[in-house]
Nanobody, 129 residues
């Protein structure tokens, strides 16, 4: 069982930055693909970014490319999402998630929420214009 706890959300002005963190329990974190998703009011949960088990491969949804950066520190069992140049469309609850499948494919982007086994409780990000 893996527990994920997000932190770092808050209220920020448009153009500002936030860094989200997701701390994971368990000794197998370094083997998991990790992802960030977000859900705005009245909308479905959508993919934001994913990162391979070793941090080498990352993938982003088009709307955040060049503004957001996903990273991880396996020694700290933590994955991060650095968010810059925030705008009102980034307002949402942000969730981190873990894919615990044994097989990893570097050519696969892990954008489907159904591919993830474990989820955090979410952290609210609000961008004011």
């Amino acid at each position: 069982q893996v527990q994920l706890v997000e932190s770092g959300g808050g209220l920020v002005q448009a153009g500002g930055s936030l860094r989200l963190s997701c701390a994971a329990s368990g000794r197998t974190f370094s083997r998991y693909v990790m992802g960030w998703f977000r859900q705005a009011p009245g909308k479905e949960r959508e993919f934001v970014a994913s990162i391979s088990w070793n941090g080498v491969n990352t993938y982003y949804t088009d709307s955040v490319k060049g503004r957001f950066t996903i990273s991880r520190d396996n020694a700290k069992n933590t994955v991060y999402l650095q968010m810059n140049s925030l705008n009102s469309e980034d307002t949402a609850v942000y969730y981190c998630a873990a894919n615990s499948a044994v097989y990893y494919s570097a050519s696969h982007y892990y954008t489907d929420r159904n591919e993830y086994d474990y989820w955090g409780q979410g952290t609210q990000v609000t961008v004011s214009s």
